[in-house]
């Protein structure tokens, strides 16, 4: 028995065009073109070769009025007969998707993307429903689940019986893009795959929670960015970036104002005061070998004290010329610098890099707190969620930006034997990562320390997903090199355009389906499905904190005082809790 035994009631038409990847079909009659449903699959039989179809997609169903017919209809006198008689080409034209059959070498009935044949004129074209619908997409799914690396995301709509399955290793070798308006279910998509590669047993995901959302997933490791009043303590949940961690151009774009005319001055003086700090650190360690190869990037610790201590000298500084005493080389020259590094350092919001406690100045300390992040074989340590949600947001793409960083250098230092694959989750995108930069120094660090992941981090294992509500203000650069992209739905036009770029050309008649798809359901297209498809996306059995706030309800309920002068206190300490 053939494995798709079509009768004469799906047949849709027969080919009359073929482009390489695009398919005309013509089909006889109005009956037969009502069988055609854009987004609904169509088998091609090859005539010469049998058990063999190839599988395409419907992206347009035209019914053909010609000419004649037009005139005809602004005609009241002709008869009804004429118009019949003129011809009516029905047109449904076709995206092809992969190959369905027997594959001998395999010895069994597969699904592949590849087209190894291009149909030929005249061979017949069926619409897959129903039952032949139901053994593809069991074939499809089987052959998705095959693989051991599979992620089970959801059921196909057009069949949902058929469960959906991603390609694991596809899906985070070259990063993906998990797109919608608010409100859409990307968080929840999100908890959904987390969920999958927490079973893994050294799985290696790092989410940044800018609302945490994420906080109370059981399977997770929580850490957070200390706020302004738990400066003093030290716990494991804690992560504090001491100012050491910086490079050169983070350290720029906090202190230095490029448009002052000294800006100059101030990077090398700046700049040689750090180095004599980190060497002198080194030097006290006696770590040779360190200092052999330092470079002013390297995170040493080192005395900030000091090095404004020399600035100030500098600053001040008055020198015997040849007319009595005269003023220095570089005398007023610092003061702003001076102001601003004061001023920084005093700010409580900053004392995650400023005010952190005494041993995370430690020589070893970088290494504790990469371990926290990094770590994936101790007990649910292989989800770590860095909550970020009370960094200033002026500041949260540099802290962002700053924590990925060191994530990838890391990975890149670690021998190659050692290194084990790990993934960024980046959620709310759009905050750290816009697409429009320039002016601010601080936003543009974090977009190159993304933007180098994006384009090397393959080689060595740091994948990222992008989760964006927004995806037109988040940087192109990033965003194009997202391999696969799970699109939730997307109302705006301009964010929609955005994702279309993303997609390949010959599947751009499936985004048409973004505005009017269901909450949490995904159009999901890559090399990690097997067939472009919407997907109802499964929930998760944890749900993030993320929950639609249903308005009419609440406003139903009675409630409780609601205690604004705790808000206005939280907010003078910049903590909920
Ligand atoms: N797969 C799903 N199945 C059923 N309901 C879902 C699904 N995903 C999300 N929802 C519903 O939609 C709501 C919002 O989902 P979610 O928080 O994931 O949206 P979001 O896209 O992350 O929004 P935002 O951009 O604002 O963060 C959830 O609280 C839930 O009620
Ligand atoms: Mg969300």
Request: include cysteine; proline fraction near 4%; charge should be negative.
């Amino acid at each position: 028995m053939a494995i798709l035994d079509f009768d004469i009631s799906s047949k849709l038409g027969t080919v009359r065009e073929v482009d390489t990847r695009k398919v005309s079909v013509l089909v006889e009659n109005d009956e037969d073109l009502k069988k055609a449903r854009v987004g609904q699959l169509v088998a091609i039989e090859l005539s010469g070769a049998s058990e063999i179809w190839l599988i395409s997609i419907i992206e347009k169903v035209i019914r053909f009025v010609g000419q004649h017919d037009i005139e005809n209809k602004n005609n009241d006198d002709k008869s009804d007969s004429d118009v019949l008689s003129e011809p009516v080409i029905n047109n449904v034209r076709l995206t092809l998707v992969g190959t369905f059959g027997w594959v001998a070498e395999k010895g069994k009935i597969t699904f592949t993307r590849s087209i190894s044949q291009v149909p030929g004129i005249t061979d017949n074209c069926f619409v897959l429903l129903g039952k032949q619908l139901e053994t593809f997409m069991s074939v499809l799914s089987a052959t998705g689940k095959k693989g051991e690396h599979s992620l089970e995301l959801g059921n196909y709509i057009i069949d949902e019986t058929a469960k959906a399955f991603l390609d694991g290793n596809k899906f985070f070798q070259r990063h993906a893009a998990i797109l919608g308006s608010t409100g859409s279910g990307k968080s929840w998509t999100v908890a959904s795959i987390l969920e999958q590669a927490a079973k893994l047993p050294t799985s290696n995901l790092i989410v940044f929670d800018l609302h945490g959302e994420y906080s109370n997933l059981s399977y997770t490791r929580r850490l957070r960015i200390p706020g302004p009043d738990e400066l003093d303590t030290s716990s494991d949940e804690l992560l504090y970036l001491p100012y050491w961690y910086l490079n050169a151009e983070e350290m720029q774009s906090m202190f230095i104002d490029r448009s002052e005319f000294s800006a100059h001055n101030q990077v090398m003086a700046f700049q040689d005061a750090v180095i004599d700090q980190k060497k002198n650190t080194l030097k006290i360690l006696g770590k040779k070998d360190v200092l052999n190869a330092f470079t002013l990037d390297s995170p040493v610790p080192f005395d900030l004290d000091k090095v404004i201590q020399t600035l100030n000298d500098m600053n001040e500084e008055m020198i015997q010329g040849t007319r009595g005493i005269k003023q220095g080389q570089f005398f007023g020259q610092f003061s702003r610098l001076l102001t601003r590094l004061k001023s920084r350092l005093s700010d409580k919001r900053y004392g995650f890099l400023f005010s952190a406690p005494k041993a995370e100045h430690d020589y070893n300390a970088m290494a504790r707190t990469v371990t926290k992040l990094m770590d994936y074989s101790t007990e649910n340590a292989q989800i770590k969620v860095i909550d970020f949600s009370e960094v200033p947001s002026d500041i949260l793409p540099i802290i962002v930006g700053l924590v990925a960083r060191i994530i990838y250098q890391v990975q890149f230092w670690t021998d190659h034997e050692k290194r084990r694959p790990l993934a960024l989750i980046c959620d709310e995108a759009h905050l750290y990562l816009p697409e429009k930069f320039g002016k601010n120094p601080i936003e543009t660090r974090a977009i190159e320390a993304f933007e180098r992941i994006a384009k090397e981090g393959r080689k060595y294992g740091v994948s990222l997903v992008i989760v964006s509500q927004r995806p037109s203000d988040v940087s192109t650069t990033i965003l194009s090199q997202c391999n696969n992209v799970i699109s939730l739905r997307l109302t705006n036009g301009a964010d929609r355009s955005t994702v279309s770029k993303l997609m390949p050309e010959s599947l751009e008649s499936l985004l048409e389906v973004l505005p009017i798809m269901d909450v949490g359901e995904g159009l999901v297209v890559g090399d990690a499905v097997l067939l472009p498809s919407r997907i109802r996306i499964n929930k998760p059995k944890e749900e993030p904190l993320s929950a639609t706030i249903d308005f009419w309800t609440e406003w139903m309920k009675e409630a409780e005082d609601p205690n604004f002068e705790k808000s206005i206190e939280n907010m003078r300490k910049q903590r909920r809790k």
